[in-house]
């Protein structure tokens, strides 16, 4: 089983739309979480931690289940501009050296 | 924001030939820079984690004399790839985690490599 793991998708969506990624790990030492975004031939952007008790910024929320050992993000209002890459990634404790998911792929069409 | 950059942004060269590629943070020191490598449709493969004034620590699967990486300053980090063949043709990223902050890495725009 791989560290990180995503589905690649690609998740299509209209405008507007809520649409959620999953990301599950497999080291229940990780105690660090991130989702980045990664547009096409670009370098990663973090885009928010996660953080235990979820966090929300704008129309993203991500969120932490330890139990079953996944991270997820929501987009709510799904614009455009959304369409990206979203990778996800895990360090465990004590290291700051994050593994990453191979990403899955979002696209917005109006 | 922190800014890293990375040079060249992409380059071509023919098989057997070494290529240079740099890594600088531009408004803060870099304690600790990584190198990734990125194929497509792939996710980030870390290849080495690079200290200032120490040798790299290279992931396992990396070898550290075809990938030979030189950490000289807490701004500069370089990644040379040496006997280039086509396989090696990738997307290179670089990162640095600030000397004096909350450990968050901040990316290069990476470097387009291939492979003639």
């Known amino acids: 089983r791989k560290e990180v793991e995503q589905d690649p998708g690609p998740f299509n969506v209209p405008e507007g739309a809520t649409v959620a990624f999953n990301c599950t790990y497999s080291n229940s030492a990780s105690q660090s979480f991130f989702w980045y975004r990664q547009d096409c031939r670009k370098e990663p952007k973090l885009l928010m931690s996660v953080y235990s008790s979820g966090n929300e910024d704008g129309r993203f929320t991500a969120q932490l289940n330890r139990a079953s050992q996944y991270i997820s993000l929501l987009i709510r209002d799904s614009k455009l501009s959304d369409s990206a890459t979203y990778l996800c990634a895990v360090s465990s404790g004590g290291s700051y050296i994050p593994t990453f998911g191979r990403g899955t792929s979002l696209i917005v069409h109006p | 924001g922190a800014v890293v950059s990375q040079h060249p942004s992409w380059v071509i060269c023919k098989s057997g030939t070494s290529v240079k590629i740099e890594c600088r943070s531009l408004d803060f020191q870099a304690t600790t820079m990584f190198w990734y490598r990125q194929f497509p449709k792939q996710s980030l493969m870390l290849m080495a984690t690079s200290n200032e004034g120490s040798k790299a620590t290279y992931e396992q699967g990396v070898e550290k004399d075809k990938f030979l990486i030189n950490h000289a300053s807490l701004t500069l980090s370089t990644l040379t790839v040496t006997s280039a063949h086509p396989e090696d043709s990738s997307f290179y990223i670089c990162?640095?985690?600030?000397?004096?902050?909350?450990?968050?890495?901040?990316f290069g725009p990476g470097t387009r490599l291939t492979v003639t």
């Open positions: 990162s640095a985690i600030r000397r004096h902050g909350p450990g968050e890495q901040y």
